[in-house]
């Protein structure tokens, strides 16, 4: 952090110093070092220089964390609490986030590499809002009435009703692509619903939750109801498996999420599962093309195109294919590249050495199979964990580049000739998070939007999402929806209570 480059902001004097913590684990509202002396070493992208270690929790640790979260739900502290009570806690934890809020923007960045705007405006400046819109759900968890029809004894009287009652220990299981924001999305409906939470950050951003569960307890959480354990994929692991958990809130790629279906299937442990995407945009030929670029740009190299709802594959009418992909490798072979920490760089670094080389791969392969680079597809030559923003036509759709999920600054590019082909190309994956539509033709915007197979289609835009929205996937994108007024319900069991009178 010594060798800042002018254009970089520096890093508040708070947030060097969290940093710098002896960082332990959040358990029972209190800093404990692990039963594990295993540490992780925690990069800053920019430069691929460690900054800081965090424990990696021990089979023991996350057992730990567990059954403080058990008897915190069990004692009814949370559970229990009035709904409205629970409701003003998590409204002060919104506060608590937008008070503390550049803090957070810079050590997302310091830890994910991502540009700091985006940590601001999207992962940070978002937070409050969603926070605040779950917490409202708090106080509207309701259950029904119901006439029924019981016919045992002649004349006799039945009143029926439903309870939600929360589902108890709740494992939240985060990636590190949005690391708070995608942390708050698996522990806020859980709170609001009254479970409590042990949340296991991804082991490569886990930064932000160790600063995030500090700002909940200030803000009045009780001791035990969320605790936090950093660690990799095994501690990840003795969460799904600890018999106390009673549901596994997990986003991450498809290949985890089946590992942990398979691990769950043994106890029929409740699981949402939000999970990877290989997500289509198509423009139709009326779509103007400067239009087209820009919404091609935000879906594919947002975030530096590590966003599971990312538009990696383009279908491009052939009456426009041309100008299309002239305009776009154009756009983006003038992409400035630099650290998250420079607010005028717009390609950063992607998260982990190891990311940057599976990249790097997929854009060999792409080669090698005979699909063409239109622009970037280089690591550029400089420390940190770069990756030039990569354009790629010519890939056939059994190519490995059509087919699996890059998570990097990569989009493919495809002409098609007929709405049937376009469709057809579209939904020609496993996968079915997203879509995205490009055109102002009503009827045609009518006739596609049924057939594309995703949780979320927007026309002409792509990447929005907001708390009212239910977000899932179809198919291998996951189980579940996350966001939405209903977004309660899966923390919760429903019992019917039968009364004879
Ligand atoms: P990942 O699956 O490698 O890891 C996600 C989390 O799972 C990490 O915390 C990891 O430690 C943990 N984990 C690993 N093995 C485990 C196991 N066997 N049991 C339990 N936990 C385990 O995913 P990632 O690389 O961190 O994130 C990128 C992926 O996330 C992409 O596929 C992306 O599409 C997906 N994603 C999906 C959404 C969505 O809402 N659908 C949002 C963001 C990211």
Redesign the pocket.
């Known amino acids: 952090m010594d060798m800042i480059a002018p254009e970089q902001i520096s890093p508040l004097d708070t947030v060097s110093s969290f940093i710098r913590r002896d960082h332990g684990l959040f358990i029972d509202n209190e800093w404990q070092q692990g039963g594990s002396t295993d540490r992780l070493s925690v990069f800053d992208p920019a430069t691929g220089q460690a900054i800081t270690t965090v424990v990696n929790a021990s089979e023991a640790d996350v057992d730990r964390a567990v059954k403080a979260a058990y008897k915190a739900f069990e004692s009814g502290v949370w559970s229990a609490m009035a709904p409205a009570e629970r409701e003003r806690i998590l409204l002060r934890f919104a506060d608590q986030v937008e008070a503390n809020a550049e803090e957070l923007a810079q050590i997302e960045t310091l830890n994910q590499g991502k540009s700091i705007n985006i940590a601001r405006f999207v992962d940070v400046g978002g937070a409050p809002a969603y926070i605040r819109y779950i917490a409202g759900l708090t106080t509207k968890i309701t259950g029904e009435t119901f006439d029924v029809s019981i016919g045992v004894i002649p004349g006799a009287k039945y009143t029926t009703y439903t309870r939600r009652e929360p589902v108890g220990v709740v494992g939240a ?6 690391p708070m924001m ?1 942390g708050l ?1 698996k522990i806020m409906p859980a709170l609001a619903a009254g479970c409590t939470v042990v949340l ?5 951003t886990p930064l932000t939750s160790l600063r995030l569960v500090e700002l909940a307890h200030a803000a009045g959480l009780p001791a035990g109801v969320l605790n936090v354990v950093t ?7 003795a ?2 498996d600890h018999p106390l958990v009673s549901k ?1 809130t ?8 089946k ?2 279906a398979r ?1 769950a299937s043994d106890r029929l442990l409740r699981t949402s599962l ?4 290989k997500n289509p945009a198509i423009f139709l030929k009326d779509a103007p093309i400067e239009q087209a670029v820009q919404g091609a740009m935000l879906g594919g190299f947002f975030n530096n195109g ?4 990312a538009s990696s594959r383009l279908y491009v009418a052939r009456e426009i294919y041309e100008p299309f992909v002239k305009a776009l490798s154009d756009a983006v072979n003038g992409m400035s590249i630099g650290p998250g920490m420079d607010p005028t760089s717009q390609v950063n670094p992607v998260v982990s050495a190891l ?1 940057r080389e599976k990249i790097m791969g997929h854009i060999a392969s792409a080669r090698d199979q005979g699909a063409r680079i239109v622009a970037g597809g280089e690591q550029p030559d400089r420390p940190g964990f770069y990756v030039q923003p990569t354009v790629v036509v010519d890939a056939a759709r059994d190519f490995a580049i059509s087919r699996l ?1 890059v ?1 990097g600054p990569l989009v493919t590019v495809t002409p098609f000739d007929t709405e049937e082909e376009a469709i057809d190309l579209a939904n020609d994956t496993q996968m079915g ?1 997203t879509a995205s539509l490009w055109t102002n033709d009503l009827k045609k915007t009518m006739d596609y939007v049924p057939r594309l197979k995703a949780g979320t289609v927007w026309v002409n835009s792509h990447n929005l999402i907001d708390p009212a929205m239910p ?3 179809y198919k291998e ?2 189980i579940g929806r ?1 966001f939405g007024i209903h977004s309660l319900d899966s923390y919760s069991e429903v019992k019917s209570v039968c009364i004879a009178h």
Do not use: M, R, Y
Not at 173 to 178: M, R, T
Not at 231 to 237: H, L, S, Y
Not at 250 to 257: D, Q, R, V
């Open positions: 299981i985060a990636p590190w692509n949005f995608i999305w296991k950050p991804s082991e490569v660690g990799d994929g095994k501690a990840g692991k969460l799904v596994i997990f986003t991450g790629s498809t290949a985890t999420g590992a942990i691990s939000e999970l990877g995407g590590q966003v599971c709802a990311h999920e998570f998070l977000f899932g996937g994108s996951g996350d």
